[in-house]
């Protein structure tokens, strides 16, 4: 069955520090892979997908990037966070058309 | 431009009653259709699909969604909801001419009360 992972759940980091956040799938191959962010009463906002590896689509300019480095990995990153960035960033994949998502992670810069 | 509206942020209801959330959907979207559901601090959960076929779309947890083409709607409802149905939910759909990009809505909290 396929499972995907992400990690951390929970992060605080300080104005000006660099991010890192990882996204795992489990058990499929090729899959689209996708970064959203929500913000409190902002709904779900598309960051980033991918349809494959090296290929980013960017839906919103921003502090943020992603890079696809092998088929079942999805990186969420930043060189300064912001104030802004923080937030609840959620990880999915998809094939066949049906999302699956990871558990969140909340990111708190303080 | 490409979207996906919910016409309610909050849906306060009582237990037992029926419920319905709507969702909307611009032209350039495809017509394959979702709903998730969020509880609290989780991810999302798959609540039911439209890709083809009949038009009353039958889910989980009771919920069933009717995918209306000549209103350009896809509302959720549930005849009668419990305290657990209290949640976030989202209706979502892919880019017309890319299936690779998966759009939601803002989101309805539904708020069941005792």
């Known amino acids: 069955s396929q499972t995907i992972h992400q990690w951390p759940a929970t992060l605080v980091q300080p104005v000006g520090s660099p991010l890192s956040l990882e996204c795992t799938v489990e058990?499929?191959?090729?899959?689209?892979l996708y970064w959203y962010r929500q913000a409190a009463g902002r709904g779900l906002q598309l960051l980033f997908y991918?349809?494959?590896?090296?290929?980013i689509s960017s839906e919103v300019p921003q502090n943020l990037s992603a890079s696809r480095p092998q088929d079942r990995q999805f990186i969420l990153s930043s060189k300064k966070l912001l104030l802004s960035d923080s937030g609840f960033y959620l990880c999915?994949?998809?094939?066949?058309?049906?999302?699956?998502f990871g558990q969140g992670t909340r990111l708190t810069v303080v | 431009a490409q979207s996906v509206t919910q016409l309610d942020s909050q849906v306060p209801v009582f237990e037992e009653a029926p419920v319905e959330l709507r969702c909307n959907y611009s032209?350039?979207?495809?017509?394959?259709l979702f709903w998730y559901v969020q509880y609290p601090n989780q991810g999302l959960q798959l609540l039911l699909k439209?890709?083809?076929?009949?038009?009353l779309v039958k889910g989980i947890n009771g919920f069933e969604a009717e995918f209306n083409k000549s209103q350009t709607s896809f509302h959720l409802r549930k005849p009668s909801v419990h305290i657990s149905d209290t949640a976030e939910y989202f209706c979502?759909?892919?880019?017309?001419?890319?299936?690779?990009?998966?759009?939601f809505g803002q989101g309805t909290t539904l708020q069941v009360k005792p």
């Open positions: 999915a994949w998809s094939k066949v058309l049906e999302a699956f």
């Open positions: 058990g499929t191959s090729n899959p689209n």
């Open positions: 991918s349809v494959g590896i090296g290929q």
């Open positions: 032209s350039s979207v495809s017509v394959y």
């Open positions: 439209y890709l083809s076929g009949s038009t």
């Open positions: 979502a759909a892919y880019g017309s001419s890319n299936t690779g990009k998966l759009i």
